[in-house]
């Protein structure tokens, strides 16, 4: 919770978000927005960047001011900035919260450029986004006295053969950016390292199986090893992605203190997701993954009452925000599919002249 002390004020900005997609693994645009509109500081207007006319973020009611389709990060840094250059002339934007991790790197290269123009974000540097990669995830042992699984990146099936040698199975086999499967033998093991290189590329990671209880932790850094805030949950509905479609807060003191100690060691700035689990052979707690940014069910940390969207956005801005010290255990949430109608003319907009304007404009009551 905030401190009473506390003096609320407001903020009248315009704030871009990307991840805008709603499939059965949704992006973390929508929650992130209806987090910061959730904040009664919160007096401007949001605009949605999307990469699909068909992400149902862009039209749903009390998401969006404005909406322009974006570039996707494999064009490039240039095209990505240019992008938001020519937005920016149209619609003044004071800050972006980017949402995927395939975006990133994108981002934090034109970091200085937005920041010349006056838009601001709250992101990790080039070395903390390259360090907590699933490539180099395994070197966190060694170089920061961090517990993580035995790991190993591979680039070919004939490597997969060899790793009995290294690995006892099964083991989980993990996309450079997204998607993660067990496989229980080296054939198993070749299946899956050609799905996933095919729609993620290369590397693949191979990383230790560790049998035992998992928990997922949304935060908030500083930057200077100071934890914003936390909210930890364990997942109760999965989908056959392994995908939290439902999920509960949780009181784990142990847990929590290891959380603490991991944004210390890394000196993490920005939001990230963490996934732990704890041991049932040593009862260690194991830091699985760091995804760098808010996951999709990040607004249960709003109803959890610790804003993090919302304050992640006042940081970037350069403003002082008061550490959570607590949450509400018990909270949960469960995610629905709902369908949506709407008119051809928002559509059409999107495919023509790729931008649609006042779609909402008041604060969503959710």
């Not at 404005?66 to 934007?93: D, M, N, Q, W």
């Not at 989908?239 to 991991?262: R, S």
Request: glycine share 8%; proline share 6%.
């Amino acid at each position: 919770m905030i401190p009473k002390e506390y003096k609320m004020k407001s903020y009248n900005i315009t704030v871009a978000v990307t991840g805008m997609n709603a499939t059965d693994n949704p992006g973390p645009g929508v929650p992130v927005i209806r987090a910061i509109r959730n904040s009664s500081e919160f007096a401007g207007q949001i605009i949605g960047l999307t990469y699909d006319p068909l992400d149902p973020g862009n039209y749903m009611e009390g998401i969006c001011d404005h909406v322009y389709l974006f570039p996707f990060p494999s064009e490039g840094a240039k095209s990505i900035l240019s992008r938001i250059r020519e937005i920016h002339s149209r619609t003044p934007i004071d800050v972006i919260v980017p949402s995927l991790d395939s975006e990133l790197n994108a981002f934090i290269k034109i970091e200085p450029e937005l920041k010349a123009i006056g838009i601001q974000m709250f992101l990790p540097g080039e070395a903390g986004l390259k360090l907590r990669s699933k490539a180099h995830f395994t070197k966190l042992a060694e170089s920061h006295d961090i517990s993580v699984p035995k790991g190993k990146t591979i680039t070919d099936t004939a490597s997969i053969y060899r790793l009995e040698k290294e690995f006892k199975f099964p083991v989980m086999v993990k996309g450079q950016f997204y998607e993660a499967y067990l496989a229980n033998s080296p054939m198993e093991a070749e299946t899956l390292f050609r799905r996933i290189s095919s729609k993620w590329g290369l590397p693949v990671i191979i990383q230790e199986y560790i049998v035992g209880e998992e928990y997922d932790v949304v935060a908030l850094g500083d930057g200077d090893g100071g934890l914003v805030g936390a909210v930890p949950m364990r997942k109760m509905q999965l989908t056959d992605k392994g995908k939290a479609w439902g999920g509960i807060t949780i009181n784990n003191p142990d847990m929590n203190e290891f959380v603490k100690d991991v944004m210390a060691k890394l000196k993490w700035r920005g939001p990230c997701e963490l996934e732990i689990m704890k041991s049932t052979l040593d009862n260690k707690y194991y830091l699985i993954e760091i995804n760098p940014r808010f996951p999709a069910w990040c607004y249960l940390s709003v109803g959890a009452g610790q804003n993090l969207p919302w304050a992640s956005v006042k940081l970037a801005l350069g403003e002082d925000v008061p550490k959570f010290t607590e949450y509400k255990v018990g909270t949960m949430f469960l995610r629905h599919s709902q369908d949506m109608v709407y008119q051809l003319d928002k559509y059409q907009a999107m495919t023509t002249v790729g931008e649609i304007h006042n779609i909402q404009t008041s604060k969503s009551e959710e």
